[in-house]
């Protein structure tokens, strides 16, 4: 069965500083991965993902996230961050039955606070 | 207009009410889901559905039943709701025909049993 594991519950950053949130991932095939942004009281939006080609992709909001599959690692990252940041991210790994996308697997998320 | 609706937005109900939530998309999109939130969980899938016909149950289905009345809704009933039933509960879609298939969410139901 897939899994996913973010291992830093909550991260306190100061604004300005870069910031990099770990995910790793269990899946028997090459995954399809994502990163959502929960901020508060407000649905999921998706940062980025990625299911093919480079490893390196680029999503909106200045962030960016690397997939290596050596390390079985998803961890997403932003050169420096800004107050509006403050939010719950979660990683999460697609799966996939003979027909398709059959829902996807989340991390337990990663609080960030912002430090001014 | 949000491309992915739920009604309610909140819900207090009582322990064994039946209680429905619902789902609407105007993305055109084949695929509906719901999942349910807990603090320090991260999301759960319930159902998922691929098409009108084919409705399938996820790693937490138990105490729920779904129905996908057209292409554009897809309902959570909790036939007899129980207080570790309080969540907050996303729907979401996606489109089988586009490479790397995003799933995107509505809003959430934050329900409380009492």
């Known amino acids: 069965a897939q899994s996913v594991t973010q291992p830093d519950i909550h991260i306190t950053v100061s604004e300005g500083a870069s910031l990099e949130l770990r995910c790793n991932y269990s899946?028997?095939?090459?995954?399809?991965l994502f990163w959502y942004v929960q901020s508060p009281g407000q649905g999921l939006q998706l940062l980025l993902k990625y299911f093919s080609g480079d490893t390196l992709v680029q999503g909106i909001k200045g962030f960016e996230a690397e997939f290596k599959r050596s390390q079985s690692s998803f961890n997403l990252r932003k050169p420096s961050v800004h107050w509006s940041d403050a939010a719950e991210y979660f990683c999460?790994?697609?799966?996939?039955?003979?027909?398709?996308?059959?829902?996807?697997?989340f991390g337990k998320g990663t609080h960030l606070i912002i430090q001014p | 207009d949000a491309d992915v609706t739920q009604t309610p937005r909140n819900r207090i109900t009582k322990t064994g009410k039946r209680i429905m939530l619902e789902c609407s998309q105007t993305k055109g999109h084949d695929r509906m889901y719901w999942y349910r939130q807990d603090p320090g969980l991260g999301l759960r899938l319930i159902y998922y559905s691929f098409d009108v016909k084919d409705i399938n149950k996820g790693e937490i289905s138990d105490g729920y039943s779904v129905s996908r009345q057209a292409q554009a809704k897809f309902s959570l009933s909790l036939e007899s709701a129980i207080p570790n039933q309080t969540a907050l509960y996303f729907c979401a879609t996606s489109d089988s025909q586009r490479a790397g298939e995003t799933q995107y969410f509505g809003p959430g139901t934050r329900l409380l049993v009492l």
């Open positions: 999460a790994v697609g799966r996939h039955s003979g027909g398709g996308a059959d829902g996807l697997t």
């Open positions: 899946y028997g095939a090459t995954p399809y």
